[in-house]
């Protein structure tokens, strides 16, 4: 079963749109969560991450992202996109306590923003 | 400072023949991370090194598949009598430690195609 779900593999939105990204993950053991970006042709940076504390993290570029344990999600949100956030988003997870440090990731999620 | 590196950016091989793909993680991170990105699979865990050592082989996808870190630097993965389907972006990571959340800084990735 997959461990990170990102529940739209493209999502397309005109300029100064809000947006959301949709991630669920399921888990044995309490986790921390990241998004990363992936811009063309470039390695994966990351945006934000939750480890403790308050519930909702704001990140770079005016993302922001809330942790619902309850319904076990992770969403990515911005109230209005410029062109340049056109990328690949990556929902993933990291079991706390685990010896590993280990990613599992999304299947990515492919935000492209139009005129 | 320098970001994470990888050689070579592209990589075109026959089939059968070995590769060497090179990572030099950022100076002072003793994690080291290999992960591998396709189409088919997204985003697939390899391996880990903590310093020179790999506690968890498990995730690498054959035996044709191996990987060392020499020095608390440099790492290498190689593959072994490339298939077509080794084919994928090899991507490395480091982070300041192996677990508890910490950031994982990604090179820009090697494009294997194995003709």
């Known amino acids: 079963a997959q461990s990170v779900t990102q529940l739209d593999s493209q999502v397309p939105v005109f300029e100064e749109a809000p947006v959301e990204l949709r991630c669920n993950y399921s888990s044995s053991v309490s986790v921390y969560l990241f998004w990363y970006v992936q811009y063309p042709n470039q390695g994966l940076q990351l945006l934000l991450k939750?480890?403790?504390?308050?519930?909702l993290v704001k990140g770079i570029n005016g993302f922001e992202a809330e942790f619902n344990k309850s319904q076990t999600s992770f969403h990515l949100r911005k109230p209005s996109v410029h062109i340049s956030d056109t990328a690949e988003y990556f929902c993933?997870?990291?079991?706390?306590?685990?010896?590993?440090?280990?990613?599992?990731f999304g299947r990515g999620t492919q935000l492209t923003v139009w005129p | 400072g320098a970001g994470v590196s990888q050689s070579p950016s592209n990589k075109v091989t026959e089939k059968g023949k070995d590769v060497e793909l090179r990572c030099d993680p950022i100076s002072g991170h003793t994690a080291l991370y290999w992960y591998r990105q396709s189409l088919g699979q997204g985003l697939e865990f390899l391996i880990y090194f903590q310093g020179n050592s790999a506690p968890d082989k498990s995730g690498l996808p054959s035996d044709r598949f191996s990987a060392e870190r020499t020095g608390g630097s440099v790492s290498t993965l190689t593959i072994q009598r490339t298939q077509q389907e080794d084919s994928a972006v090899y991507l490395c990571a480091s982070s300041l430690a192996f677990s508890g959340g910490f950031e994982q800084y990604f090179g820009p990735g090697t494009r294997l195609t194995v003709t």
């Open positions: 993933a997870r990291e079991d706390r306590g685990s010896t590993l440090g280990r990613l599992y």
């Open positions: 939750y480890l403790s504390g308050s519930t």
